[in-house]
């Protein structure tokens, strides 16, 4: 099942990164106090960290990169929800989108993310395991370019950012 999942991903990865993910600089206002701060996160030297606000364990890079002298290297991979859901690694989840928005960065845009714990994260939407209930098919997204949750129909592409805990 293992080889499946890496399978897919690695062939939707490839034609999802095929334009690669946006790059751009990241914005902070100075006059907005922060929403997420450093010290808020403990560091597990091995490519974690854990929110001390909420105790969860959250992966400092995004599926398809890797942890590697402070940072993520190597290039996100967008999904469909329905494989995005199957190639989650042992132990690890995709989040509520509670759980995900608790990551914003309300002073920053593009992404809106604390860059010093989540690096290289690429100012676009990421999953969550939340439904939308109004529409079938359709589960929310968070999206790091504001900070803002969407709701999206499952077979569009979105990046992951695991978790695990409660």
Request: aromatic share 12%; proline share 5%; hydrophobic share 40%.
């Amino acid at each position: 099942m293992k080889l499946f999942r890496c399978f897919f991903i690695m062939l939707l990865g490839a034609v999802a990164s095929a334009s690669g993910p946006v790059v751009m600089a990241q914005n902070c206002s100075s006059k907005i106090a922060t929403t997420s701060p450093t010290q808020r996160f403990h560091d597990n030297q091995d490519g974690s960290v854990t929110d001390q606000q909420t105790g969860l364990q959250w992966s400092r890079c995004s599926l398809g990169q890797y942890w590697e002298d402070n940072t993520c290297l190597d290039e996100p991979r967008a999904l469909p929800y329905a494989i995005a859901a199957l190639a989650v690694e042992e132990g690890w989840r995709l989040p509520s989108i509670s759980e995900l928005s608790s990551l914003v960065e309300l002073r920053c845009s593009a992404p809106a993310i604390n860059n010093k714990i989540f690096p290289a994260t690429t100012p676009a939407a990421y999953w969550t395991a939340t439904r939308f209930i109004n529409r079938d098919g359709y589960f929310w997204q968070m999206h790091f370019l504001h900070g803002e949750g969407i709701p999206e129909k499952a077979d569009s592409m979105a990046y992951v950012r695991w978790v695990r805990g409660k």
